[in-house]
């Protein structure tokens, strides 16, 4: 007899999927927010997309637990939004495949000596290894990266801790307030933090049930929120806002923010912990993120569960973000607020639309819901909308974008 999977193992890979994007991404792109916008900004996020999340389980709810998110869209919503629902999830998996590729060849080129992009080549290759095997390979590789992430996390954040200056944390009233509107330009990263929802047909299917399915959700959402806010106190308590400039004219690139710290960390140890949790921040999530887009191309192109079908699953995840990374390799930050803009529609609107669907089909419908009613499924539109009009009215310099 089997073991029932654990709702922990199952908040793990939520919370490996979120970390990476969010550790590596939130700093630099929280640097003109800065600590009270950002942290506000971060809390508002997660609650709205875990509620997503939900909406999105129960729409699940009438239908086998083999169906994926690009079914129950076509089924519900029709062919057209299904399409367009399918090339943003692929754009958004596909981009941060990608960013997670060529971080992890930066940092561990340098580590090992190596090339960098002989680095990326040889880390798909590894790490990808557990996605193509199983999704309980991916729980039991999730759970090591999550307690290695929190070790070395809480040893060097620790050390970052204990030399927070508070002063650096907080400004005045009027310079806070006037650090508000750039937490605007933020929220596509923070979005993307939290883009665990091609991962919940996983999660449904793992557990055989909804319930278990949403504790999973939650935990994973809540350990990724601890992190978030515990990582940038330390980063913000110890880097000067000023110091960020350099980062972001550098694309917010991982190496750049490692190097940046390292500079203001005494300890050697502390300062190698800080690069080990980011490799292990990015392992993780480039795991997480390859499980939820392998599952779900090999529903969309039909591969079947044989070594063969896993294979071909296998080659259109991975093999062209990584082509991507080898030929085009730039900003960290800039991938991610791309990604967060497109993330805004299968990660908030079509969830929404799909629970208002469902409960318009079957309003007497039992068993599990989404809390919050029509209220709550226009909040998560409004946010998923307003979300995505930041970061274009980012990019065409309509809004203040912090650049040091």
Request: aromatic share 12%; with cysteine; hydrophobic share 55%.
């Amino acid at each position: 007899m089997t073991s029932k999977p654990s709702v922990i193992g199952g908040a793990c890979i939520i919370a490996s999927v979120c970390v990476g994007a969010g550790m590596l991404g939130l700093p630099s792109a929280g640097a003109g927010a800065w600590t009270t916008w950002s942290s506000l900004a971060i809390i508002l996020t997660m609650v709205i997309m875990t509620v997503s999340g939900w909406m999105l389980l129960e729409a699940f709810k009438p239908y086998a637990l083999t169906a994926s998110f690009n079914s129950v869209t076509r089924d519900l919503l029709g062919h057209k939004i299904n399409v367009f629902n399918n090339l943003t999830v692929y754009f958004v998996g596909g981009i941060l495949l990608y960013a997670y590729i060529t971080s992890s060849g930066l940092i561990l080129g340098g580590l090992l000596g190596i090339d960098s992009q002989l680095a990326s080549v040889l880390f798909v290759l590894a790490f990808s290894w557990f996605v193509w095997h199983s999704t309980r390979a991916v729980d039991r590789i999730s759970v090591v990266l999550i307690a290695f992430m929190v070790l070395s996390f809480v040893f060097g954040v620790s050390g970052l801790a204990s030399k927070i200056d508070t002063a650096m944390l907080f400004s005045t009233v009027a310079e806070e307030l006037g650090q508000a509107p750039y937490a605007l330009a933020m929220l596509p990263v923070a979005l993307t933090s939290f883009g665990y929802h091609h991962s919940v047909a996983s999660m449904r299917a793992y557990y055989g049930e909804e319930h278990k399915a949403k504790q999973a959700i939650l935990g994973g959402t809540l350990i990724a929120l601890a992190l978030y806010l515990l990582w940038l106190l330390s980063i913000f308590g110890n880097l000067p806002r000023s110091a960020f400039g350099p980062v972001i004219a550098k694309g917010g690139d991982v190496d750049v923010l490692l190097g940046a710290l390292a500079s203001v960390i005494e300890s050697k140890q502390v300062s190698q912990a800080i690069n080990l949790f980011s490799m292990a921040a990015i392992l993780s999530s480039f795991i997480g993120v390859g499980l939820g887009v392998f599952d779900y191309l090999a529903d969309l192109f039909k591969f079947d569960n044989s070594r063969q079908g896993r294979a071909k699953s296998w080659a259109v995840t991975f093999l062209p973000p990584l082509a991507f990374s080898l030929l085009f390799p730039f900003g960290f930050v800039v991938a991610i607020g791309y990604a967060g803009a497109a993330a805004t529609v299968w990660a908030c609107i079509i969830p929404a639309l799909l629970a208002k669907k469902s409960r318009e089909l079957a309003p007497e419908e039992v068993g599990f819901r989404a809390p919050g009613g029509q209220p709550m499924i226009l909040a998560v539109i409004v946010f998923g909308v307003l979300t995505a009009i930041f970061h274009l009215m980012a990019m065409a310099n309509l809004l203040p974008v912090y650049t040091g």
